[in-house]
């Protein structure tokens, strides 16, 4: 298993404020994604980025894939209480099974009116 | 219906019950996969299902038991579980198992073992 480092943990911020999270390995991926998960519900994907330096833009959110593939960011600009929920990164490696997505633990976003 | 189904939504359970935990995916899907969510800890891929055949069991205790009658349904059944098997179980479903296919999940199942 290829291990992911999201930082931080934790994140309050007030609304309308920007704020950047991170995703590192030492491993090299295929691809990277973002999921955000609300409580008590399943991680929705964002974002899916393959290619080394590659940005992707959703509304206020930007996801960038390191020049190495090795980490991420995923930049929230002007956050909203609608932003609160886990945010989760995800790297393909090759497994048994073709590819499986390896998880990190997350970070868990607060934002406050 | 669309995405992807998961029931029961809670379940309490004791040590020595049976119970099964049930996915459903209506999207098309060839990949179907078990996950554990724990506090604190990453999600853990528990099986992996390509095209209705198991590729992947990773290293799961034989108390957890997969099923996949066909490519739209997945069931995990659990015997004689432990209290650290208390968990969110997610079910989730990709095109196929290649890395640029994004999951849908389900809203999962909080399994809690008494």
């Known amino acids: 298993t290829q291990l992911l480092e999201q930082s931080p943990q934790f994140l309050s911020i007030q609304e309308g404020e920007n704020l950047t999270v991170y995703c590192n390995s030492s491993?090299?991926?295929?691809?990277l994604q973002w999921y955000r998960q609300e409580p008590g519900e399943g991680p929705v994907l964002l974002v899916t980025?393959?290619?080394?330096?590659e940005v992707k833009k959703l509304k206020r959110l930007t996801f960038q894939f390191g020049d190495a593939r090795k980490d991420s960011s995923l930049h929230i600009t002007a956050a909203q209480p609608g932003d609160t929920g886990l945010y989760l990164c995800?790297?393909?490696?090759?497994?048994?099974?073709?590819?499986?997505?390896?998880f990190g633990k997350g970070t868990s976003l607060l934002v406050t009116p | 219906e669309t995405g992807v189904t998961q029931t029961p939504r809670h379940l309490v359970m004791g040590m020595t019950n049976k119970k099964s935990l049930k996915c459903e995916q209506h999207?098309?899907?060839?990949?179907m996969y078990w996950y554990k969510q724990s506090a604190k800890k990453p999600l853990e891929l528990m099986f992996v299902?390509?095209?209705?055949?198991?590729?992947e069991n990773n290293s799961v205790p034989s108390r957890f038991s997969p099923e996949c009658p066909n490519s739209s349904h997945l069931f995990l059944h659990l015997h004689t579980l432990q209290p650290e098997d208390s968990a969110l179980y997610l079910c989730?479903?990709?095109?196929?198992?290649?890395?640029?296919?994004?999951?849908?999940f389900g809203s999962g199942t909080r399994l809690t073992v008494v």
């Open positions: 989730a479903s990709s095109q196929e198992a290649r890395p640029n296919y994004g999951y849908t």
């Open positions: 980025v393959v290619t080394g330096g």
């Open positions: 299902y390509n095209f209705k055949e198991q590729t």
């Open positions: 999207l098309g899907h060839n990949a």
């Open positions: 995800a790297g393909a490696s090759p497994s048994n099974s073709g590819y499986a997505l390896n």
């Open positions: 491993s090299v991926f295929s691809s």
